[in-house]
């Protein structure tokens, strides 16, 4: 079992910064790739940003690319997501995720099998 706690979501008005964290506990964290997903209401879960599992390779959906930064400290089991730029439109809960498999499409959210409560990100206008 791997559990995922996010945290640092919160109000902030168009063109703010928040940073989330996704704190991992229960199995080698460092041996898997994550991912930050997320979902407004009325809309499917949507992808992100995804980091490798040695932080080496980020990817990103283009409607956050030149914004947002993934990064990760494995000594710290912990996984962030900086997040500049905000828009109204990037109002959602966001989720962190867990890929042990590597092996399905990277920004599916059925490629990940360990999934964080979510954190809500408002952003005002």
């Known amino acids: 079992q791997l559990q995922l706690v996010e945290s640092g979501g919160g109000l902030v008005q168009a063109g703010g910064s928040l940073r989330l964290s996704c704190a991992a506990s229960g199995r080698t964290f460092r041996n898997y790739a994550m991912g930050w997903f997320r979902q407004a209401p009325g809309k499917e879960r949507e992808f992100v940003a995804r980091?490798?599992?040695?932080?080496?390779?980020?990817y990103y959906a283009d409607f956050v690319k030149g914004r947002f930064t993934i990064s990760r400290d494995n000594a710290k089991n912990t996984v962030y997501l900086q997040m500049n730029s905000l828009k109204p439109e990037d109002t959602a809960v966001y989720y962190c995720?867990?890929?042990?498999?590597?092996?399905?499409?990277?920004?599916?959210?059925?490629?990940?099998?360990?999934w964080g409560q979510g954190t809500q990100v408002t952003v005002s206008s």
């Open positions: 995720a867990v890929d042990t498999n590597g092996v399905g499409l990277k920004s599916m959210a059925r490629s990940y099998d360990y």
């Open positions: 980091i490798s599992w040695s932080g080496g390779n980020t």
